[in-house]
């Protein structure tokens, strides 16, 4: 699973970069219309991630208006290394995705992804798309089983609230961790304060904490997988 020290070493580790990504995507958002969905922290765990792990393929299932893309892409340029394949229904992300970015890393496929041909074994997978149960049953019987040991998921509004709810994407989630007593880790305001306060406060003596974007709720889930 993830451990927060390890996330925690990965701030440390990568900080001037993080603060140069951070910058980049503050001045992006006031050129390009990414309407952000990811919160400061869930984009920042995802860009660590990807610089911590070195993956040579991403996949990015929702990549809505291209604001998580553009972070994806910030980490694989920061490692010099990797491509991400993205998959939407919707064709605002190239439209706001910096060509310098998407040059040589980045491949958009449009339509619905369970149409399409998905690359083998990603090394970092991040879900945020249709936030359905039919979905993410489609996502964890097909993706998740092609998963390799070590790879890292994110998948995107889980915790709004301390536990998902009944019928939803994250709970088909946390049936399917469970199932294989995988554990995961979260920094949502609502279900692990605690792990939010302790990133919060270290950002603060990195000098990172000042706002992206940041709607204080980080709902997104993260695991890896055994």
Same mark, same amino acid.
């Given at each position: 699973?993830?451990?927060?020290?390890?996330?925690? +070493?990965?701030?440390?580790?990568?900080?001037?970069?993080?603060?140069?990504?951070?910058?980049? +995507?503050?001045?992006?958002?006031?050129?390009?219309?990414?309407?952000?969905?990811?919160?400061?922290?869930?984009?920042?765990?995802?860009?660590?991630?990807?610089?911590?792990?070195?993956?040579?393929?991403?996949?990015?299932?929702?990549?809505?208006?291209?604001?998580?893309?553009?972070?994806?892409?910030?980490?694989?340029?920061?490692?010099?290394?990797?491509?991400?394949?993205?998959?939407?229904?919707?064709?605002?992300?190239?439209?706001?995705?910096?060509?310098?970015?998407?040059?040589?890393?980045?491949?958009?496929?449009?339509?619905?992804?369970?149409?399409?041909?998905?690359?083998?074994?990603?090394?970092?997978?991040?879900?945020?798309?249709?936030?359905?149960?039919?979905?993410?049953?489609?996502?964890?019987?097909?993706?998740?089983?092609?998963?390799?040991?070590?790879?890292?998921?994110?998948?995107?509004?889980?915790?709004?609230?301390?536990?998902?709810?009944?019928?939803?994407?994250?709970?088909?989630?946390?049936?399917?961790?469970?199932?294989?007593?995988?554990?995961?880790?979260?920094?949502?305001?609502?279900?692990?304060?605690?792990?939010?306060?302790?990133?919060?406060?270290?950002?603060?003596?990195?000098?990172?904490?000042?706002?992206?974007?940041?709607?204080?709720?980080?709902?997104?889930?993260?695991?890896?997988?055994?």
């Amino acid at each position: 699973m993830f451990h927060l020290d390890e996330i925690i +070493q990965w701030y440390r580790e990568h900080a001037a970069d993080l603060r140069r990504a951070r910058d980049e +995507q503050r001045e992006l958002r006031t050129r390009r219309d990414l309407r952000p969905a990811l919160d400061d922290l869930e984009a920042e765990i995802a860009y660590l991630t990807v610089r911590a792990l070195r993956p040579a393929v991403v996949v990015e299932l929702g990549a809505s208006h291209g604001w998580s893309t553009t972070w994806l892409l910030r980490a694989l340029r920061d490692n010099a290394g990797g491509e991400l394949h993205s998959y939407d229904r919707g064709s605002a992300a190239p439209r706001a995705v910096p060509a310098e970015l998407a040059t040589g890393r980045w491949h958009f496929v449009p339509g619905d992804v369970r149409a399409a041909a998905v690359p083998d074994a990603p090394g970092f997978l991040l879900v945020d798309a249709a936030h359905t149960v039919s979905f993410a049953r489609w996502y964890t019987r097909t993706i998740f089983p092609g998963l390799r040991p070590g790879a890292a998921v994110a998948v995107h509004d889980v915790y709004h609230g301390r536990r998902p709810w009944p019928r939803s994407e994250g709970a088909v989630v946390l049936s399917w961790l469970r199932g294989r007593g995988v554990g995961h880790l979260t920094a949502s305001r609502a279900a692990d304060p605690d792990t939010r306060d302790r990133l919060l406060g270290l950002k603060h003596k990195l000098h990172l904490s000042a706002p992206v974007h940041d709607r204080a709720r980080d709902p997104m889930l993260f695991f890896r997988v055994p």
